[in-house]
Every structure is written in structure tokens, then in C-alpha cells.
């Protein structure tokens, strides 16, 4: 039996694009758009988005996991040992449209006026304090060396600090008050043990994040900018894709002349 064999499509259905009926604009494509306006917007206006790549299957083991365990807690309303652990005040929150809002595919939304988009953002989950403020929080799961208590500067990791703003954003604009600081469940394997045993051996940090908003306004703005023009954007400073469709294409387009002559 042959195996499965992904083609890639540089052609996504237009209902799909900006303009079409399925479009949104996800918290993922934010950060597309931090990362290259030229990539966002030949995807997201042309429909050619950038090669995919194989799913991260033990982090999603981990984020279900995860989601389990705290639903447990969440439907005795007891706070989990971790929230103990770290002194926080608070317990899972329960909400008839919680497994709407994890949903990536639908999400929690909001329609930004000024630009008319609609934004989207799929939150792993959400805890309550006992003034009945929401709590962002992400799960988070890797493999680094030493221990895991604060977050550095990497792109990865200035990722995570906006994806918890657009989250927080995103309940506000429906109506919850939501504490600024959200927090990151990170599960860190450890990689030094001297065999596998089919085990992986994991430490369980929380991290605070300061979930800031402030940003959002102006780069809405930005996104729908991008979006309505009709001249190629910039490419991203840390972009690897621009550069190396340009190389290429010079290099097929000499190959082109060539075997022309």
C-alpha cells in the first residue's frame, strides 16, 4: 500500500483570502504579519501561503494532556496544585462557550470596526480569580536545558507575550475584565537522563506574563494597510523565506536565459 503523499497547493481558494467570505484574521496571522508584511500578504491577498511543515504531535499530546488535567479542577472548582504552588489566587474558569473559544477554527472573535476585520484567537485555557477577573494562560512544552522560570528575547518568545495581549484583547472586547498578567504552563522535558524507558521526564513551571494590549490598536491599522495595497511590501528583517525565493528565482531565471540562447 502506498503511503500518503502531501502536494503542495500555491493556490488556496479565493472564499479563503482576504475579501472572502472564510477570512479571518487569526492571532497566528499577527504574527505573521510581525514577522514578514511580504509573506503575510502574498498569502494572505494572492492565497500562496509558505510551505508547511509536520505538526509538533508531542506538544499537542502535552497541551491535551494539559487541558485534561486542569478541566478536572475545573469542574470540582478546586484550584490546581501548580496555581497553589505559585500563589495564584484562582481557579480554572467554567463557561458554557469555553470549548468554542479553544476551538482554533472558530475561537473567540471581534469585529475591529475601524478596519472591519475580524479577529480570532484560540485560547488553550483561562482561569478566574476570586474577584472574578480572567487569567490568560498558554501551555507551553519543550526541551532546554536548566530550568525554565522566566522568559528570554527570542522571536519564540516575544510570540508568546503577544499571543497572550491578543487573547486578553479579545475577551475584553466581549465584555470580561481580564487581569494583565496571564500566565505560561511550560512543560520542559529533560533530555540528561541516562535512557528513554519510555519515559520522557517532564518539569512543570508557571511563568507571568505581562499581557500588554497597547500595541494592537496601531497594528490592526497596519495589517489592513497591508492588506489594501497594491505594491509588494517589505520583506521581514529575520525573514528566511523572501530571500531564498528570491535566490532561487534569480537562479531559474539565468538557467531560463540561458537554455533560451
Not at 88 to 108: G, S
Not at 203 to 224: G, H, N, R, S
Request: aromatic share 12%.
Amino acid at each position: 500500500m502506498a503511503g500518503y503523499t502531501y502536494k503542495y497547493n500555491p493556490n488556496r481558494s479565493a472564499e479563503w483570502n482576504y475579501g472572502g467570505a472564510k477570512w479571518k484574521l487569526s492571532r497566528s496571522k499577527i504574527d505573521f504579519f510581525k514577522e514578514c508584511p511580504r509573506c503575510f500578504w502574498i498569502d494572505n491577498v494572492h492565497g500562496t501561503k509558505r510551505p508547511g511543515f509536520p505538526s509538533f504531535n508531542l506538544n499537542i499530546a502535552v497541551d491535551e494532556l494539559f487541558k485534561n488535567e486542569f478541566d478536572i479542577h475545573r469542574e470540582a472548582k478546586t484550584p490546581h496544585p501548580l496555581m497553589e504552588q505559585y500563589g495564584i489566587d484562582a481557579v480554572p474558569f467554567q463557561h458554557k462557550d469555553l470549548d468554542t473559544w479553544r476551538d482554533p477554527f472558530v475561537a473567540i472573535m471581534h469585529r475591529h470596526e475601524p478596519t472591519g476585520m475580524m479577529v480570532s484567537g484560540g485560547v488553550d485555557d483561562i482561569w478566574v480569580n476570586p474577584a472574578g477577573n480572567l487569567i490568560i494562560v498558554d501551555y507551553k512544552a519543550t526541551s532546554k536545558d536548566g530550568r525554565i522560570d522566566k522568559l528570554g528575547d527570542s522571536p519564540w518568545e516575544q510570540q508568546y507575550t503577544r499571543q497572550l495581549g491578543v487573547y486578553r484583547w479579545l475577551l475584553e472586547q466581549n465584555g470580561f475584565t481580564v487581569e494583565n498578567t496571564g500566565y505560561l504552563v511550560y512543560a520542559n522535558a529533560d533530555k540528561s537522563l541516562p535512557e528513554f524507558g519510555d519515559t520522557l521526564n517532564f518539569e512543570t513551571t508557571v511563568i507571568p506574563v505581562e499581557a500588554t494590549t497597547d500595541w494592537i490598536e496601531d497594528t490592526l491599522l497596519e495589517i489592513k494597510a497591508c492588506l489594501d495595497q497594491t505594491t509588494i511590501p517589505e520583506i521581514g528583517e529575520a525573514c528566511e523565506f523572501c530571500p531564498y525565493r528570491q535566490a532561487c528565482g534569480t537562479k531559474l531565471l539565468k538557467i531560463h536565459n540561458a537554455t533560451k540562447k
